[in-house]
């Protein structure tokens, strides 16, 4: 919940493509768009509505690409930057879901 506050004080007040990588890659990312495709991934796996699901796809991802297209238009983040960020994010999310959902490690 702190970070909610945090992050758009860094953004703000540092607003430079190392600290728009590190956050998309480890903050934004993972929480926005891998949630999203978790939720919808459990719903479908298990053939029941996934708690968070309508959330994630109608305010999470128009939130996430929003937010990605004006970082790319302010020059904040590159393609490429976008898709290493893009993959970090997601094997971020997936160690993190891992340990914290599943108690895998």
């Known amino acids: 919940m702190i970070f909610s506050f945090i992050v758009p004080v860094i953004i703000r007040f540092f607003s430079n493509k190392i600290v728009v990588f590190i956050l998309f890659a480890f903050v934004f990312t993972p ?4 949630n999203t495709l978790f939720h919808a991934g459990a719903t479908i796996r298990f053939g029941v509505y996934c708690p968070g699901l309508f959330t994630a796809l109608i305010l999470y ?23 290493i960020a893009l993959l970090l994010a997601g094997i971020f999310h997936v160690v993190e879901v891992g340990h914290n959902v599943f108690k895998a490690w």
């Open 31 to 34: 929480g926005i768009f891998w």
């Open 61 to 83: 991802l128009p939130l996430f690409f929003f937010i990605s297209r004006l970082a790319y238009r302010e020059g904040l983040l590159t393609e490429t930057a976008g898709l």
